[in-house]
């Protein structure tokens, strides 16, 4: 398996932008497809984004198209997620995962990162 450690969360104001990074090691990462998921205080983990092996395509959720972006560099074993015109209701622990095909579903990711906080102020 890979292993993921994510970064880049923070406290930003409602309108702000932050750039999560996702960080592989382990097995080749460039096998593997990338999504983000996140977690929400009281609320189950949801569907953020999610990008193939190759970065040619690309899955978002409908609450974030338009203001999030994945990209992934398979040179650089690295994954990213640029977060644009941040919402409150966007506060969150947001996790990458990786696994064998490009979903939409948690349970098809085999490996997790330990998460990055985002906080949005309103």
């Known amino acids: 398996q890979v292993q993921l450690v994510e970064s880049g969360g923070g406290l930003v104001q409602a309108g702000g932008s932050l750039r999560l990074s996702c960080a592989a090691s382990?097995?080749?990462?460039?096998?593997?497809?990338m999504g983000w998921f996140r977690q929400a205080p009281g609320k189950e983990r949801e569907f953020v984004a999610a990008i193939n092996w190759s970065g040619r395509n690309t899955y978002y959720a409908d609450s974030v198209k338009g203001r999030f972006t994945i990209s992934r560099d398979n040179a650089k074993n690295a994954g990213n997620l640029q977060i644009n015109s941040l919402k409150p209701q966007d506060t969150a622990v947001y996790y990458c995962?990786?696994?064998?095909?490009?979903?939409?579903?948690?349970?098809?990711?085999?490996?997790w990162g330990q998460g990055t906080q985002v906080t949005v102020s309103s």
């Open positions: 995962a990786a696994g064998p095909f490009v979903s939409t579903k948690s349970a098809d990711f085999r490996s």
């Open positions: 382990g097995r080749t990462f460039s096998m593997y497809a």
